[in-house]
């Protein structure tokens, strides 16, 4: 690393100050922990100037993380100001990156106070730019860049608005499973008897017949097709078929590479597509005209005010999930996991426009939550399929057993809802830690986390509780000491004679007893959600319906926006595939009435 | 009784012969059996005429077997000639009425043989008539009358044109009740949580996910409404629902009246609306003008051929039940209870027309049917009902029981088409078969009928066999004697346990055991059917799908003939429902479309 001693003065080049700072010119690196691991910065300096920001290789989330790496370097260059924003939905790494620019300022001698001083910048006039298109999309996720890609693929004049500064939504976090009823790759895969009709009765059984039955329609009837589509255009896809309880028939299919690489396909294939992108413009409101949709309005950081007047309106906007105002029942306190843009924005936008609602009281959840920060959720799916491979149970505030631990998660998440602050217990032995710590990466907990959680001891969440005896780890997370070991003994005494005579766990995951010699531990479980269901009524044809039950012209909805497809649950692989379905077949259809 | 002993002659008044004739002068009388009874007429001749006919109060079937007794006098009256056709549909009627007036003719010393000779008619020039219209119907079942009266409410010009000279269908046959979901009728009856998706989701589960899912969604979101029509046009309905398995909501209410009541509201409608019905004239084709429907090509019974040119069709033309040539599976073998009309004319003209069809296999097979003339059934349902309230059981060839008795009748249909010629036997004592008799009078089976099959001792269908003990009878009707008693005794031995080890037949249908003295009556049990299920694929707004899956415009289909709505099997009340929702709201939306 090089050092220079002598300090010298220059006028910084941003437009709206004039200060002047000094720096040992060289390169300086610094390294703050993001979301995926470590974030290594190097930053090099010339006497007056920040020249430039490189970061080394780390497991920030591609398209999420990486974009906010991109966009804050070239921000702090091009301004040479430390008064650079966070990126919403990449605050972690956001922080991560600019401490370690922070650090390497410092380690240059120049001054961080300085540089991280909101700059007096002229006031912007805000302007009003006016754009015609044939068809607007509100939201980048996966749904409204499919429709983008499929409009622009049939010449449609295309503009995409997306109100975070990358394109993604919550694709990139995804189960990672697709529905493919009627495709040809679950043809290929060796089901050929799937109907429309059996996807719907798996679909109503599933949502309690809570679904909306025109979006269903129009879901069962174009999901094989648009899969189809997914596939020629390069979404990757599985060898062979994941099988769950909720299908009665083989129809979900894992993406190749999750969701991530799901999602990068589609950023890719935007990028190439004739697609007009606006990033970190927000839509605010449906223009309409005699009832009819005519446009958007959106506005831009900057203040721009954007008058977008498009011949159709897709609105994909995705959820609701962190917007707290908007959350009723259960929902409101789970954990969160999803992404932070599903603030509801397009659920307004449409009941500005006239639009009816439904369901808006329901959303998918999980049992396996710890909060890792207020409100927010990690799931440990993983983590406790290691612990229960060994001796995990899993308890409630009373110290008692309430459920078979290897039981459907809505069973479980309608006992859990029902306990003091929504929670349930995992009561581990030390085997069964090791094997919860050990599967846990697999949703990507690292063992530095858990040791930062065990070491906060219950005083802050997530509550990870180690004790040196049962007793000690009961009382300390609060639980019935006497009724746990009682429950500890009780289920070994099952396991001894193959039989849990209260739940009826699988004998399979009963080979172990709980060592009671501790140490033992305690690691709180909430419910977890990502995706909600409430959403837009529509037509069979996805236009958005009025509160008298007739469809506003030239309004359309897709994706999580429409979700009472699913009814007051959502089967595995059915959000995607949803997604895919919506994206395609609705921008076919507007295709198809703005050519003909 | 007035007698004249002069004979006068007298000109035929008929155009195209030239006979004369001679009556005594007078009134005369007599009786022939009809479907319902006894049919009475009384025919009054002057010297050279036959100057009226009039017939006393029976019980031939309104709308059919009326209509065949008003239009055969009227021709008898008007063409002086006993060579009047037996109306189609109607034929045991017709065959009394013309016994009857023949035996009065003779009683009046007329010349029955030369007046039952063919006229000399001359030779018809067959005509062309053209007709323009809005709408033309074809078919005057339920759907096509709800269909033309709504149509006409809404003052569009409506023909609907009937190969029958009378309306009414299968209407006047069906179950007699009817699906509401949704409906006020359903609230008012203290239902008020069903909805749409639950109405589907049982309409899957009974028909094996088979079903058409467009023509569901248009079914489960507009069977409400129409039933809310029926009732303000006049339908009448019971005040309570009837329960069934098949539906896990309350939402079937049986017709004030049953359906002839409903048949004949509904024509009353037809008659008080301004709707130009056409009797006996048969459609032929769907004529077709640039792939769109611009109406149908029509023959009537004189040659006449009528093109009637209409802004949109509907075809609402029934089932194929009767045409032996488009029956399949175990459809082909089974017998056949409903209307002689039903032969899928509506079906061979969509698809002439470009139509995809669907689910031509399928029926609603019925397990209680005997074999009352070749290829017809009639029901035994009450009988059976009669007999089990007894000691009856159900056997097959072998003499084994196979079933529970009182189990659903898909179940027992199921093992019933397994069995040699899709037989299976009741095997009754004497007090058995006397709860039979008695509760057959419910299903229009007089113990005449009993005692004439019974006499006929199985040298013809139906089977009735009476032995003088148990041995007799089944070596009679063809069954393993020795097996038949050891399941007799069997049966006993459960009975007396209050256990049916093999089946399970309810206990409160075991009270009693076989008396094993003698007499003892076998009587046969084959699948009926009415209704069949295979039918035009459809939108969502029953618009007839192509082959390729696009509409074809300006045609439609409603009732029967889109009876893939319901899958492979239908439901309790749920095809009337259909051909109220199919009637009511294709017109609606036809009337919409041709005035917008």
Chains 1, 2 share one sequence.
């Not at 497991?59 to 990126?87: F, R, Y």
């Not at 679950?186 to 050929?192: E, H, I, P, S």
């Not at 709980?514 to 990502?530: L, N």
């Not at 077949?585 to 198809?592: E, H, L, Q």
């Amino acid at each position: 690393m090089m050092k220079l001693s002598k300090l010298s003065m220059a006028i910084c080049l941003c437009a709206g100050c004039s200060l002047s700072f000094a720096f040992e010119a060289g390169t300086f690196e610094a390294s703050y922990p993001g979301i995926g691991g470590m974030v290594p910065v190097k930053v090099t300096f010339s006497k007056d100037k920040i020249e430039k920001i490189e970061v080394d290789p780390n497991k920030e989330t591609v398209g999420i993380g990486q974009n906010a790496i991109a966009s804050i370097s070239s921000e702090v260059v091009k301004t040479q100001s430390l008064a650079v924003d966070n990126v919403t939905g990449a605050t972690v790494t956001s922080k991560a990156l600019l401490d370690g620019i922070k650090e390497c300022v410092q380690k240059a001698k120049g001054d961080v106070a300085q540089l991280t001083k909101k700059k007096n910048i002229a006031p912007v006039i805000a302007k009003t730019e006016t754009i015609n298109t044939d068809l607007v999309i509100v939201g980048g996720g996966a749904a409204g860049m499919i429709a983008a890609i499929n409009a622009a693929d049939q010449h449609l004049k295309v503009t995409l608005v997306e109100k975070m500064n990358f394109l993604g939504g919550a694709s990139a976090i995804c189960g990672g499973s697709v529905v493919t009823e009627g495709s040809q790759l679950q043809k290929d895969l060796g089901v050929k008897d799937d109907t429309p009709a059996k996807l719907a009765y798996d679909l109503l059984d599933n949502g309690h017949q809570k679904n909306d039955m025109n979006a269903l329609v129009f879901y069962v009837n174009n999901v094989g097709k648009s899969i189809d589509w997914a596939v020629a255009k390069g979404v990757k896809f599985e060898k062979d078929f994941s099988f769950r309880a909720e299908w009665r028939t083989s129809r979900m299919v894992p993406l190749k590479g999750g969701c991530p690489a799901f999602a990068e396909t589609l950023r890719e294939l935007v990028k190439n597509a004739k697609v007009n992108v606006l990033l970190s413009i927000k839509a605010e409101q449906v223009n309409m005209t005699d009832g009819s949709a005519t446009g958007i309005t959106a506005v831009g950081k900057n203040g721009t005010k954007y008058i977008i007047n498009a011949k159709a309106v897709l609105l994909a906007t995705g959820g609701y999930g962190y917007n707290k105002e908007m959350l009723k029942g259960s929902l409101k306190d789970a954990l969160y996991y999803g992404p932070v843009s599903s603030t509801g924005d397009g659920h307004k936008m449409a009941e500005n426009a006239g639009a009816a609602m439904q369901l808006m009281d329901y959303g998918k959840l999980y049992p396996q939550g710890i909060e890792v920060a207020p409100g927010i959720a990690k799931s440990t799916l993983q983590g406790n399929i290691g612990a229960y491979n060994q001796a995990g149970i899993m308890v409630d505030k009373n110290g008692n057993r309430v459920i078979n631990e290897k039981g459907s998660g809505k069973d479980m998440v309608a006992i859990q809802t029902k306990q003091p602050a929504s929670t349930l217990y995992l009561a581990l032995d030390q085997k069964s830690f090791d094997g919860f710590r050990d599967y846990a990466k697999k949703n990507g907990i690292s063992s530095e986390d858990i040791d930062k959680w065990l070491a906060q001891d219950g005083k802050k969440p997530p509550l990870f509780i180690k004790g040196n005896s049962i007793e000690e780890a009961a009382k300390k997370a609060g639980i019935n000491p006497k009724n746990l070991l009682d429950t500890v003994e009780k289920y070994n005494s099952y396991v001894v004679n193959k039989d849990d005579k209260d739940f009826h766990r699988p004998v399979k995951f009963m080979t172990k007893t709980i060592d009671v010699s501790g140490p033992f531990y305690i690691v709180e479980q909430k419910p977890r959600f990502a995706t909600t269901l409430g959403g837009v009524k529509v037509t069979t044809k996805m236009e958005v319906l009025d509160k008298n039950g007739k469809p506003i012209p030239n309004l359309y909805a897709a994706g999580e926006l429409a979700n009472s497809v699913h009814g007051d649950d959502s089967a595995p692989g059915a959000n995607v595939a949803w997604c895919i379905t919506t994206g395609k077949t609705v921008s076919d259809a507007i295709a198809n009435k703005l050519q003909n």
